[in-house]
């Protein structure tokens, strides 16, 4: 497999393991939401939370968290080049 | 002072402009102490900071079309989140966010986790390829990837029709906290908006935008925090956001004590409750029960979080930044800058809702006697505007929780003098609100603007124009834009979040699917692309005519109402695209290697110097 095809074998997969996270936080959660709500944080309704805060920051941290690894696998590939155009 | 260029002296520059913000305020507040009234405190307000702005738009004018449409591709990617926040936070978000959440609780929430969430979706699927491709505006890259310009022409028309949705609910938004703000009326009010947008963006573009969004979001952010935190601190928690799970179990037994009452329709109608005014029917943090009631929120969720990366107005964004890898952090930025207001909002609307029920605070007003409410000063002053309205539907003399109607917008509007807080926080908010809709209007009228001078004059009916011509057509079609959205949005005809989630909706219908599948399938075709944004353009606009309360109101499928028809419009868009381009020829392979490049995230851009 060429460098080429390696580095975008490694990012489609660190694009799919960030989607499953974020379908996580924004999906599953709330599709139990329910009973997720007799659970408790910080004594908010665990589902309030979630919806007001918990999620909210996760996809914070998620992006932040994505943003750092791509640049790490740009790097292993020799792709880590900052500057463009010209 | 300063040494070395603008970009480097940007984190002084804001520094001390927030500096110079933050000692205004103190002025004002010196000001107001020594009887300055609170009409002239609140034209100081937002006539200073609309000056401001004009001013950093003048600094900023340019000749160059790369400073006009991407503002040089050198905007630091702090910065940009930034400005990508105040480009997103729209008078919606400032206004209306905290009001739905007093409203509709838990299910209106939707909105907070789909309007965040999205950027995971930019992030990972969009951002970094659209800066790698090298682009000026959505089209572009639609036009060439696929090539042609049927697909270029297609997808500035979505463009346009999302955008201006959007855009006309953004001016109202600015109308109507001008013409609060200065008193006057609301359909000067909106022209004054209109100039003052105006102003910010039309010498310098994409460049003055920029720098005008980050001023502003300094201010929105702030005007937003300071009344939370401050309220806050009133009711002993400084820090709200972490300590009002008591205040929010204490609210689900005082809705039971109280009892959650729906309204008929003939009632409110009869007691001659103004349009537009809400009362509390929905539990604030109960989840409410059933499989529809999930689909509802999850739905909102999916509409919103798919909308946002599909809204050309924020992808532009990342245009501007310097690099691929930049685009990538300055998306993570922009979530970041946008939650410190989105995770504030919840609070702000339990905090005024408490204020507004618990009999132990002196601030309660329902289960008083409703000649006692009526005689509270801000309770005066909003119902002369019509924002608020009793209805004493059993007529006992004291006000029950479905007898109080408020306007969404007073929660943010008003909470400042409902907890007593000085008049000059009440300013602040209200040129946070006008920042904040200012912003986002600006970056729509340039988004349009600039995909029609650049997508549809230049690529498509005159390629031979000079660089002066074409900035020329970029600013006259930017007033002509500006004119027609405020000329609409006089005319008060949608309110304004129904027209916010709408934007949301056409473009997730006709824009998400061709942005994607461009970059992450190779087989993607020119006609699938066409098919893709057609398709989902029609029935996305055909289900909402179909349901939509102010056309034929039919009774929706499955719950996909009129602010949920990009459920629609998307798959049938995926369909439409995927069935089409297995039909037709594969792309050519010059095209697949394009898309192979898009893919690397180094080097030269695509469209390198083509422009």
Redesign the interface.
């Given at each position: 497999m060429s460098n080429?095809e390696s580095?975008?074998q490694k990012?489609k997969n660190h694009?799919f393991v960030?989607?499953a996270i974020?379908f996580f936080?924004?999906?599953v959660i709330?599709?139990f939401?329910?009973s997720?709500?007799q659970g408790?944080f910080?004594?908010?309704?665990l589902?309030?939370y979630m919806?007001?805060?918990g999620?909210?920051?996760a996809?914070?941290i998620?992006?932040?968290w994505?943003?750092n690894k791509?640049?790490k696998i740009?790097d292993e590939h020799g792709?880590?080049?900052?500057?463009?155009?010209? | 002072m300063f040494k070395g260029g603008f970009i480097s002296n940007l984190p002084k520059i804001y520094g001390l402009y927030t500096g110079g913000f933050l000692v205004f305020i103190l002025l004002m507040a010196v000001l107001e102490s020594a009887g300055v009234s609170a009409a002239s405190i609140g034209i100081m307000f937002v006539a200073f900071t609309v000056l401001i702005y004009a001013l950093i738009g003048y600094l900023s004018r340019t000749i160059q079309v790369d400073a006009y449409y991407v503002a040089g591709r050198q905007v630091p990617t702090v910065f940009n989140g930034m400005a990508t926040a105040a480009d997103w936070m729209s008078g919606a978000s400032f206004v209306a966010m905290a009001g739905g959440i007093y409203f509709g609780g838990y299910t209106y929430m939707a909105f907070l986790v789909g309007w965040t969430g999205g950027y995971v979706l930019v992030s990972t699927l969009l951002a970094p390829y659209l800066r790698k491709f090298g682009c000026y505006t959505v089209p572009d890259f639609i036009g060439t990837r696929y090539g042609g310009n049927l697909p270029r022409f297609c997808a500035t028309l979505v463009l346009v029709l999302a955008s201006f949705t959007y855009v006309t609910a953004q001016i109202n938004a600015t109308g109507t906290i001008a013409s609060r703000a200065l008193q006057i009326p609301f359909e000067l009010g909106v022209w004054v908006g209109l100039v003052s947008i105006l102003m910010c963006s039309m010498l310098g573009g994409m460049r003055a935008v920029t720098w005008t969004q980050v001023a502003q979001y300094i201010v929105l952010i702030t005007a937003y925090l300071i009344p939370v935190f401050w309220m806050g601190s009133k009711l002993g928690n400084p820090f709200p956001h972490f300590m009002l799970g008591d205040e929010v179990q204490r609210l689900a037994e005082l809705e039971s004590q109280y009892g959650l009452t729906k309204n008929t329709g003939a009632a409110i109608k009869e007691a001659g409750v103004p349009g537009g005014l809400k009362y509390i029917s929905n539990p604030h943090s109960a989840v409410p029960a059933g499989g529809m009631a999930v689909w509802k929120y999850l739905s909102l969720a999916i509409c919103m979080m798919v909308g946002t990366a599909s809204l050309p107005h924020i992808l532009m964004r990342y245009f501007t930044t310097p690099s691929v890898k930049s685009a990538r952090k300055s998306v993570a930025w922009s979530l970041f800058f946008i939650f410190l207001l989105y995770f504030s909002a919840p609070m702000l609307a339990t905090l005024s809702k408490l204020q507004l029920m618990d009999p132990n605070l002196p601030t309660a007003i329902i289960g008083k006697s409703i000649s006692e409410v009526q005689s509270i000063p801000w309770v005066q002053n909003w119902s002369a505007v019509k924002q608020v309205f009793i209805a004493d539907f059993n007529g006992d003399g004291i006000l029950q929780l479905n007898e109080w109607f408020m306007r969404g917008d007073v929660v943010v509007l008003a909470t400042p003098e409902v907890a007593g807080l000085p008049y000059v926080i009440s300013g602040l908010v209200a040129a946070g609100g006008m920042a904040a809709a200012m912003s986002t209007a600006d970056g729509l009228v340039l988004a349009i603007s600039n995909c029609l001078s650049h997508d549809i004059y230049y690529k498509i009916i005159d390629p031979k124009a000079d660089v002066r011509k074409r900035l020329i057509v970029a600013r006259v079609l930017l007033v002509v834009i500006g004119a027609a959205a405020a000329y609409i949005s006089s005319m008060r005809l949608t309110s304004i979040l129904g027209a916010v989630a709408w934007a949301f909706d056409f473009a997730m219908s006709g824009l998400f699917f061709p942005l994607v599948l461009g970059v992450w399938w190779k087989r993607a075709t020119k006609e699938g692309a066409v098919a893709g944004i057609l398709g989902g353009l029609i029935s996305g606009t055909a289900y909402l005519i179909y349901v939509g309360p102010k056309f034929m109101a039919n009774t929706p499928w499955l719950g996909i109402d009129h602010l949920r028809f990009g459920i629609i419009g998307a798959s049938v868009s995926l369909v439409a695209m995927v069935l089409v381009s297995l039909m037709t020829k594969e792309p050519s392979s010059a095209v697949q290697k394009m898309v192979d490049d898009v893919r690397v995230p180094s080097g030269r851009t695509i469209l390198g110097k083509q422009h």
């Amino acid at each position: 497999m060429s460098n080429k095809e390696s580095h975008w074998q490694k990012t489609k997969n660190h694009m799919f393991v960030t989607l499953a996270i974020w379908f996580f936080f924004s999906i599953v959660i709330f599709m139990f939401g329910e009973s997720v709500n007799q659970g408790s944080f910080l004594g908010y309704p665990l589902a309030y939370y979630m919806s007001a805060q918990g999620s909210l920051a996760a996809f914070v941290i998620l992006i932040f968290w994505f943003a750092n690894k791509q640049e790490k696998i740009d790097d292993e590939h020799g792709y880590g080049g900052e500057r463009e155009d010209d | 002072m300063f040494k070395g260029g603008f970009i480097s002296n940007l984190p002084k520059i804001y520094g001390l402009y927030t500096g110079g913000f933050l000692v205004f305020i103190l002025l004002m507040a010196v000001l107001e102490s020594a009887g300055v009234s609170a009409a002239s405190i609140g034209i100081m307000f937002v006539a200073f900071t609309v000056l401001i702005y004009a001013l950093i738009g003048y600094l900023s004018r340019t000749i160059q079309v790369d400073a006009y449409y991407v503002a040089g591709r050198q905007v630091p990617t702090v910065f940009n989140g930034m400005a990508t926040a105040a480009d997103w936070m729209s008078g919606a978000s400032f206004v209306a966010m905290a009001g739905g959440i007093y409203f509709g609780g838990y299910t209106y929430m939707a909105f907070l986790v789909g309007w965040t969430g999205g950027y995971v979706l930019v992030s990972t699927l969009l951002a970094p390829y659209l800066r790698k491709f090298g682009c000026y505006t959505v089209p572009d890259f639609i036009g060439t990837r696929y090539g042609g310009n049927l697909p270029r022409f297609c997808a500035t028309l979505v463009l346009v029709l999302a955008s201006f949705t959007y855009v006309t609910a953004q001016i109202n938004a600015t109308g109507t906290i001008a013409s609060r703000a200065l008193q006057i009326p609301f359909e000067l009010g909106v022209w004054v908006g209109l100039v003052s947008i105006l102003m910010c963006s039309m010498l310098g573009g994409m460049r003055a935008v920029t720098w005008t969004q980050v001023a502003q979001y300094i201010v929105l952010i702030t005007a937003y925090l300071i009344p939370v935190f401050w309220m806050g601190s009133k009711l002993g928690n400084p820090f709200p956001h972490f300590m009002l799970g008591d205040e929010v179990q204490r609210l689900a037994e005082l809705e039971s004590q109280y009892g959650l009452t729906k309204n008929t329709g003939a009632a409110i109608k009869e007691a001659g409750v103004p349009g537009g005014l809400k009362y509390i029917s929905n539990p604030h943090s109960a989840v409410p029960a059933g499989g529809m009631a999930v689909w509802k929120y999850l739905s909102l969720a999916i509409c919103m979080m798919v909308g946002t990366a599909s809204l050309p107005h924020i992808l532009m964004r990342y245009f501007t930044t310097p690099s691929v890898k930049s685009a990538r952090k300055s998306v993570a930025w922009s979530l970041f800058f946008i939650f410190l207001l989105y995770f504030s909002a919840p609070m702000l609307a339990t905090l005024s809702k408490l204020q507004l029920m618990d009999p132990n605070l002196p601030t309660a007003i329902i289960g008083k006697s409703i000649s006692e409410v009526q005689s509270i000063p801000w309770v005066q002053n909003w119902s002369a505007v019509k924002q608020v309205f009793i209805a004493d539907f059993n007529g006992d003399g004291i006000l029950q929780l479905n007898e109080w109607f408020m306007r969404g917008d007073v929660v943010v509007l008003a909470t400042p003098e409902v907890a007593g807080l000085p008049y000059v926080i009440s300013g602040l908010v209200a040129a946070g609100g006008m920042a904040a809709a200012m912003s986002t209007a600006d970056g729509l009228v340039l988004a349009i603007s600039n995909c029609l001078s650049h997508d549809i004059y230049y690529k498509i009916i005159d390629p031979k124009a000079d660089v002066r011509k074409r900035l020329i057509v970029a600013r006259v079609l930017l007033v002509v834009i500006g004119a027609a959205a405020a000329y609409i949005s006089s005319m008060r005809l949608t309110s304004i979040l129904g027209a916010v989630a709408w934007a949301f909706d056409f473009a997730m219908s006709g824009l998400f699917f061709p942005l994607v599948l461009g970059v992450w399938w190779k087989r993607a075709t020119k006609e699938g692309a066409v098919a893709g944004i057609l398709g989902g353009l029609i029935s996305g606009t055909a289900y909402l005519i179909y349901v939509g309360p102010k056309f034929m109101a039919n009774t929706p499928w499955l719950g996909i109402d009129h602010l949920r028809f990009g459920i629609i419009g998307a798959s049938v868009s995926l369909v439409a695209m995927v069935l089409v381009s297995l039909m037709t020829k594969e792309p050519s392979s010059a095209v697949q290697k394009m898309v192979d490049d898009v893919r690397v995230p180094s080097g030269r851009t695509i469209l390198g110097k083509q422009h």
